[in-house]
């Protein structure tokens, strides 16, 4: 697990981009989605993306490769939904472990074979971790506010099958991601420090949260700072942002904490704001150019792209890294 802190120290590492925008390109239909094995499944499951390792694995595969190709260093398992609890509206809870398993084999694949034709570059899989459907912390009903759709233990005990499935798959690291209520991250964390304790390993967990809009708090109502220091009691491998913003928007939040922490900080912004249709616009010469901003404040030490991105972002971010140093650290984690 040591290689990530050697490459962390040694340049700016680049995440790859969206899955979801690149498997709209293929315009699955629902036959594509259910394959042979599904035929006869019961619900719909167009749109289940995690499914798609399972039932269409070349095109999952393809997608890895060409954000390799396009400079990453970091791939995200296809298994952002990969939970019971996500995976109760396809009445698939029981493909949960297979679904987290196939998906890391499939990206650890691909990165054996880019590590191995350029052995100075290793290639690392991210197990990544999504929020589930649900809020620990709100509730959904606004006559209720003392109800709760889940609670920390259901959410412990599905984040822990994930996580499990996931490093029995092959990941080198694990991504909690988009986190917007950070409750729900900590039965993410809280879990992962499980496995490690009932496994005795060490693997190194990246953590990134939402803003979700100006007002620069998550969803559940912290700060950059706030929920920086809620977690870090935690040995992270990294701290960041995602999703919900632009690369511009989102610089602020990352300043607010970037001389706050001893962890590597990561970004990976949106192609800019959704438009009318729910598209995104931002090119890649205009992201990277906003994304170059980070770096020339010493902001960051692994960047990439969420919705609306494509290898064609991540080569303009990926050349632009190249030419800077990464965020220096007093002391990376090392577990």
Known sequence: MSNIHKALQDRILVLDGAMGTMLQAYKFTEADFRSERFKNYPTSLQGNNDLLSITQPQAIKDIHAKYFEAGADIIETNTFSSTT???ADYQMEDLVYELNY??????????????????????????????????????????DPGYRAVTFNELRIAYKQQVEAL?????????????????NAKAALFAIEEVKEDRNINIPIMLSGTITDASGRTLSGQTAEAFLISVS????????????????????????????????ISAH??????????????SPEDMG???EAYFKKNLINIIGGC???????????????????????LTLNTV
Not at 113 to 132: L, M, N
Not at 237 to 248: H, P, T, V
Not at 307 to 329: F, L, M, N, Q, W
């Open 85 to 87: 609890i996500a995976m």
């Open 269 to 282: 912004p949106n192609a800019g704001l959704p438009n009318a249709f729910g598209n995104y616009d931002e």
């Open 102 to 143: 196939q998906s890391a084999k499939i990206a650890k694949e691909v990165a054996s074979v880019f590590t191995a034709k350029e052995p100075h570059k290793p290639r690392f899989v991210a197990g990544s971790i999504g929020p589930t459907n649900r809020t620990a912390s709100m509730s959904p009903d606004v006559n």
């Open 167 to 183: 490093i029995d798959g092959g990941v080198d690291l694990l991504l909690v991601e988009t986190v917007f209520d950070t409750l």
């Open 289 to 291: 150019e906003q994304i």
């Open 307 to 329: 919705c609306g991105t494509s290898p064609e972002h991540i080569k303009v971010i990926a050349a632009i890294a190249a030419k800077y140093k990464p965020r220096p650290t």
């Open 233 to 264: 009691h935690i040995p992270l491998l990294s701290i960041g942002f995602n999703c919900a913003l632009g690369a511009n928007l989102l610089q602020p939040h990352l300043e607010a904490i970037a001389n706050k922490t001893n962890f590597a």
